[in-house]
């Protein structure tokens, strides 16, 4: 079966105390990997695309991996900002409808 | 602005009654999709569309419509409510993308959807 599964559940984090959110996938045919953030009462927010085992991308206190079966994405030094839920989504197969969410991190970050 | 609107943010109805939730994009972009969230379920997909006319079933169809005339419209419509239905409705829209390679999808601002 198809899946794509976030750990942890909730985060708690000091300020300035860098750690990573995994999102690990079994699916045929990746056509990309998505990360998200979502603050409450909001739509999720883009943040990065990852196609291929051994990619990366960076933006400000966050970079992103991806292996064959998992990506991580990694926080150094957060900020109370950061505090969101954190999607994590997987496309697959030939079909746009082919796109599974994982249930997301809760990251909050304490000043 | 530019981006993508979702009308009404909040809505609350009865079971039975028939209920449209409203997208519009000022992006172009050829895809679009409707989304619902819920506790426990993350995101899932109701129904998508690769263009005007052409439309096309997710995860969970059942007892939703769609319909896409305009390119920038993308309605949803729950033709006889039920309490189920109850979620956080999400649209979405993206660029045409290659074979191998999917372009990521922007979300709207979400509508919040009761059935009592």
């Known amino acids: 079966e198809d899946q794509v599964t976030q750990s942890p559940e909730a985060l708690r984090l000091q300020e300035g105390e860098s750690s990573s959110l995994n999102c690990s996938y079994t699916?045929?045919?990746?056509?990309?990997l998505f990360w998200y953030r979502q603050d409450p009462g909001k739509g999720p927010e883009f943040l990065f695309t990852?196609?291929?085992a051994g990619e990366e991308k960076e933006k400000e206190r966050l970079k992103a991996t991806l292996t064959k079966k998992e990506s991580f994405l990694h926080i150094t030094a957060p900020k109370p900002e950061d505090s969101a839920t954190y999607l994590c989504a997987v496309h697959y197969g030939g079909s746009q409808g082919n796109l599974i969410f994982g249930k997301g991190t809760k990251l909050s970050v304490k000043p | 602005d530019a981006g993508i609107t979702q009308s009404p943010r909040y809505k609350i109805t009865e079971t039975g009654r028939q209920v449209t939730l409203m997208c519009h994009q000022t992006?172009?972009?050829?895809?679009m999709f409707w989304y619902r969230q819920d506790l426990g379920h993350g995101l899932r997909l109701i129904y998508y569309?690769?263009?005007?006319?052409?439309?096309d079933k997710g995860e969970v169809p059942d007892g939703y419509v769609v319909s896409r005339s305009k390119t920038e419209n993308f309605p949803l419509t729950l033709e006889s409510a039920t309490r189920s239905q109850t979620s956080v409705y999400f649209c979405?829209?993206?660029?045409?993308?290659?074979?191998?390679?999917?372009?990521?999808?922007?979300f709207g601002p979400g509508t919040r959807l009761t059935v009592l």
């Open positions: 992006w172009s972009h050829s895809y």
């Open positions: 699916v045929s045919g990746l056509r990309g």
């Open positions: 990852l196609y291929s």
């Open positions: 979405a829209s993206s660029e045409p993308t290659t074979s191998v390679r999917y372009n990521e999808q922007f």
């Open positions: 569309s690769a263009a005007a006319d052409i439309t």
